[in-house]
């Protein structure tokens, strides 16, 4: 920025960084409301927090080609940091069987944000 030289130049510059604050704040609040950097957040998670159902949000994915069949994202998901797949053991009986688990990272749910809001799909 010009460091303003007069009165009238000061406060145009502060009406202009107000302009411009209001502007990012929603992203600010999307990004407190939604992010947490410390851990991953389950499907159910950030389908509530984005105000959707678990398995619609699953079936919005799964249309826009970003989860598989199973509900695992392609690999070129996982690789741009939006997901995470761990392996979780089920004790069905006798035995331990190791079922996949998708995970959202903080950078994924709000790319999934932005994803939906630009959807033309208003059913999710």
Do not use: C
């Not at 920025?1 to 009165?7: A, G, L, Q, W």
């Not at 609040?29 to 389908?47: C, H, P, R």
């Amino acid at each position: 920025y010009k460091i303003p030289r007069t009165y009238p130049e000061a406060l145009r510059l502060a009406a202009d960084l107000a302009e411009q604050n209001q502007k990012l704040l929603p992203k600010a609040e999307q990004f407190d409301k939604f992010i947490s950097g410390e851990n991953y957040q389950t499907m159910n998670l950030v389908a509530k927090s984005l105000g959707t159902g678990r398995n619609r949000l699953f079936k919005f994915l799964r249309d826009h080609k970003v989860l598989l069949a199973n509900n695992a994202p392609y690999q070129r998901f996982i690789d741009a940091g939006y997901f995470v797949v761990k392996e979780k053991p089920i004790q069905m009986g006798d035995q331990v069987i190791n079922k996949i688990q998708t995970y959202v990272t903080a950078k994924g749910v709000g790319w999934i944000a932005k994803l939906l809001e630009d959807s033309d799909d208003q059913n999710v």
